[in-house]
């Protein structure tokens, strides 16, 4: 299983190189996962109401990540740990990468913070793209 982030999911959703060949391949082998934070960054960047209605069915086919116990605390002192280091990513993921660690899966996604995450010694995996 892998956790899909937002964006390799607009990668999916424009059809743009290998990541959107990953994604594909993880939803036919029902692979993809999806996780709280991500959910929300998608559903509320749709252009519209057909879109919106036409590809929230295909994100809740997906597995469902629970909400680990301690996210608040893990996303926070996975900052704390990546300031000490002088890497600053945006909070929502450090949400995410706490739920791929929490849960022990890859992350597939092209955002240079998850990259910085898993540079850093934190124990995140990512999918090579």
Avoid at 50 to 73: S, V, Y
Avoid at 86 to 109: E, F, M, N, Q
Wanted: net charge negative; hydrophobic share 50%; with cysteine.
């Amino acid at each position: 299983m892998i956790l899909v982030d937002t964006s390799a999911w607009i990668a999916f959703f424009r059809d743009r190189g290998p990541v959107a060949s990953i994604v594909d391949w993880a939803l036919e082998d029902d692979d993809a996962a999806l996780c709280g934070p991500v959910l929300t960054e998608l559903r509320r960047g749709f252009l519209s109401a057909a879109e919106r209605g036409k590809t929230i069915p295909l994100l809740l086919a997906c597995h469902q990540l629970p909400q680990p116990a301690n996210l608040w605390e893990e996303a926070g002192d996975l900052g704390f740990a990546l300031a000490r280091k002088g890497v600053t990513v945006k909070s929502l993921d450090l949400l995410i990468a706490a739920y791929a660690l929490t849960h022990g899966v890859p992350i597939l996604t092209v955002d240079r913070d998850f990259h910085l995450i898993a540079r850093s010694g934190a124990g995140l995996h990512l999918v090579d793209v």
